[in-house]
C-alpha cells in the first residue's frame, strides 16, 4: 500500500487509521509495513510529532 505523498494527507491519514483501527503507531507500521521513520520525518517537517497518551499527532 502506498501512503499519502502530502503531508497534510497524510497526517489525516495516518490519525485516522490511529482512532479507527490500531491501538498503537507500532502496530500501524507493522501492519502497513511503513517505517515510523519516515513517517515522523514527513510529520515532523509540518510541526507534528506522535503522541502516545491520545495515539495520535499532535
Known amino acids: 500500500m502506498s501512503l499519502p505523498n502530502d503531508p497534510v494527507i497524510l497526517l489525516s491519514y495516518i490519525n485516522t487509521l490511529l482512532r479507527d483501527k490500531y491501538p498503537?503507531?507500532?502496530?500501524?507500521c507493522k501492519s502497513l509495513c511503513v517505517?515510523?521513520?519516515d513517517i515522523e520525518?514527513?510529520?515532523?517537517r509540518i510541526g507534528y510529532v506522535y503522541d502516545p497518551d491520545t495515539n495520535s499527532f499532535r
Open 24 to 28: 498503537s503507531y507500532e502496530e500501524l
Open 35 to 37: 517505517s515510523a521513520d
Open 41 to 44: 520525518h514527513k510529520l515532523n
